[in-house]
Nanobody, 123 residues
Framework: QVQLVESGGGLVQAGGSLRLSCAAS????????MGWFRQAPGKEREFVAA????????HYVDSVKGRFTISRDNAKNTVYLQMNSLKPEDTAVYYC????????????????WGQGTQVTVSS
């Protein structure tokens, strides 16, 4: 059974940092694309970042470029999201996802989803 478990969310002041992790189990995901999405209250789920399988290209939504970094550790079946210079508008539930299809910016390209982790940035 495939399972994705996010961790690392929490409450942080504006300008602070958090590192989200998403551990996958149930199968090997080294040849899958891995991504992060977020959903703020009253808003639709939006793409945040993705890292493809080899050659591990990264993609970011414009609002997080230069502040967030996505990475993966295939040996641990884990994807990370390092979030720096956090802003109140980054407040949302963050979801990790893995999938085989393109484009990686679209939620429908992903087959498996985590349960989400709350990130709250105070001003």
């Amino acid at each position: 059974q495939v399972q994705l478990v996010e961790s690392g969310g929490g409450l942080v002041q504006a300008g602070g940092s958090l590192r989200l992790s998403c551990a996958a189990s149930g199968r090997t995901f080294s040849n899958y694309n891995m991504g992060w999405f977020r959903q703020a209250p009253g808003k639709e789920r939006e793409f945040v970042a993705a890292i493809t399988w080899w050659p591990y290209m990264t993609h970011y939504v414009d609002s997080v470029k230069g502040r967030f970094t996505i990475s993966r550790d295939n040996a641990k079946n884990t994807v990370y999201l390092q979030m720096n210079s956090l802003k109140p508008e980054d407040t949302a539930v963050y979801y990790c996802a893995v999938g085989l299809r393109n484009p990686v910016l679209l939620a429908r390209s992903y087959d498996y989803w985590g349960q989400g982790t709350q990130v709250t940035v105070s001003s």
